[in-house]
């Protein structure tokens, strides 16, 4: 399947810069005689789709970790457009939507730890959010609807992997309005056959991350020898993706997915807090005494792993390799300090 216009929602955010990046890149610029309607679908590797139409709007509220720094090589773009708007507004969803012919839902409130000091926004932008966006595609008929869940609407699970057909059962405010709101996107399926995909990653890292999750908190606080917070005793495990590999997937089940479906996106490299920190500190070259063992976060699950064979089946496989990608990340932290230290000085959403 082909699109010319999409609407990605949080594109301003971490994963969401990414995939509009991804987007941008991967469409071709093909103006071939025999294609009078510009469009024209698969070729070469993977993620690589012929599209000379392709329009991106990109509506985001931006807060706190929503940022157009993330996208300023792409701006100026003709196929990028930006639109500050929220999510909930039924005004501004609708106007936008019109026209558009796929919908990429990645806004969200985002941190666990944020859910469990209050939960306010992620009901509103998780739930109702999706809600009117949901409602937006079903109004102008969009050919496409991406619902972009997570892991741990699974909740926790102590050996194996969750399977696309496991059981939902969050355990924090935050995989609690994620979980309805990929079910709320699975009824409009089921109820009024809009075309709805439910994807569901495990933990992502890489470029563009807020410096809150663990990965770019660690690289970021070592980088200036201040101590690395791990909860408890550091033994929770992840199962860690690389984000232009989760971006790769999802545009991988935009074109080729089938409607009404889930997809568990994994990478199968599973590690515990205790060794992921102990990597990203010798990457640094940095001591193990930097590691301070705190409180741990209430209602912390103890593992997420995925059987992610369904998306292979579609064609998709992770193609990066942790360690490189991992390498990538620091190396990237290295570079745009100036980035993350303006978001650090930010006192009023300090986390670290
Ligand atoms: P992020 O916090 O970096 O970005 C969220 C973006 O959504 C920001 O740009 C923010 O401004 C925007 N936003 C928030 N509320 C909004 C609203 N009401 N209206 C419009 N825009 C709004 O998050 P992320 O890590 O990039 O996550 C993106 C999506 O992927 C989320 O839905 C998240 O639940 C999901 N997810 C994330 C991970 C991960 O490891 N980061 C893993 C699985 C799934
Ligand atoms: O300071 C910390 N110390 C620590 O030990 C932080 C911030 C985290 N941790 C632990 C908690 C988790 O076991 O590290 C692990 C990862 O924590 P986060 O980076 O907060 O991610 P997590 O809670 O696993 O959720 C992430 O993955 C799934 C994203 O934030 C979610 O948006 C996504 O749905």
């Given at each position: 399947m082909i699109f010319r216009k999409i609407l990605v929602t949080g594109g301003a955010g971490f994963i969401g810069s990414n995939f509009v990046r991804y987007l941008l890149k991967n469409s071709k610029f093909s103006?071939?005689?025999?294609?009078?309607?510009?469009?024209?679908?698969?070729?070469?590797?993977?993620?690589?789709?012929?599209?000379?139409?392709?329009?991106?709007?990109?509506?985001?509220?931006?807060?706190?970790?929503?940022?157009?720094?993330?996208?300023?090589?792409?701006?100026?773009?003709?196929?990028?457009?930006?639109?500050?708007?929220?999510?909930?507004?039924?005004?501004?969803?609708?106007?936008?939507?019109?026209?558009?012919?796929?919908?990429?839902?990645?806004?969200?409130?985002?941190?666990?730890?944020r859910s469990i000091r209050d939960s306010t926004e992620f009901i509103r932008t998780n739930i109702f959010g999706?809600?009117?966006?949901?409602?937006?595609?079903?109004?102008?008929?969009?050919?496409?609807?991406?619902?972009?869940?997570?892991?741990?609407?699974?909740?926790?699970?102590?050996?194996?992997?969750?399977?696309?057909?496991?059981?939902?059962?969050?355990?924090?405010?935050?995989?609690?309005?994620?979980?309805?709101?990929?079910?709320?996107?699975?009824?409009?399926?089921?109820?009024?056959?809009?075309?709805?995909?439910?994807?569901?990653?495990?933990?992502?890292?890489?470029?563009?991350?807020?410096?809150?999750?663990?990965?770019?908190?660690?690289?970021?606080?070592?980088?200036?020898?201040?101590?690395?917070?791990?909860?408890?005793?550091?033994?929770?495990?992840?199962e860690w993706l690389y984000v232009l590999d989760n971006c790769d997937a999802i545009s991988h089940v935009l074109h080729f997915g089938r409607d009404g479906q889930i997809y568990n996106i994994g990478s199968g490299d599973g590690f515990k807090n205790i060794d992921l920190t102990m990597r990203i500190l010798r990457i640094l070259g940095k001591d193990k005494r930097l590691i301070k063992f705190v409180k741990d976060r209430p209602g912390h699950d103890r593992r997420y792993a995925l059987d992610f064979i369904k998306i292979t089946r579609l064609g998709w496989r992770p193609r990066y390799k942790f360690e490189d990608a991992l390498n990538e990340t620091v190396l990237w932290y290295k570079e745009n300090a100036g980035w993350w230290k303006r978001l650090k000085k930010r006192k009023e959403q300090k986390f670290w």
């Open positions: 103006r071939q005689r025999r294609d009078p309607e510009g469009i024209h679908q698969k070729s070469l590797h993977s993620g690589e789709i012929r599209n000379s139409k392709l329009k991106v709007i990109n509506l985001d509220k931006l807060t706190y970790s929503g940022n157009l720094e993330n996208l300023r090589d792409v701006e100026s773009d003709s196929r990028y457009k930006f639109v500050r708007g929220d999510i909930c507004d039924k005004r501004v969803v609708f106007d936008i939507a019109k026209g558009c012919d796929a919908m990429i839902n990645f806004a969200a409130e985002s941190h666990v730890d999706t809600q009117t966006l949901l409602e937006a595609a079903k109004k102008y008929r969009v050919r496409r609807f991406i619902q972009i869940s997570t892991d741990e609407v699974y909740g926790s699970i102590h050996r194996g992997c969750f399977r696309e057909d496991s059981p939902l059962l969050p355990n924090s405010p935050y995989a609690a309005s994620k979980a309805a709101a990929d079910l709320l996107a699975r009824s409009y399926f089921i109820t009024h056959k809009l075309p709805v995909i439910v994807v569901r990653s495990s933990n992502n890292f890489g470029p563009y991350q807020y410096p809150e999750k663990i990965i770019p908190l660690f690289i970021t606080n070592a980088m200036e020898n201040r101590r690395v917070p791990l909860y408890a005793d550091g033994r929770n495990e992840r």
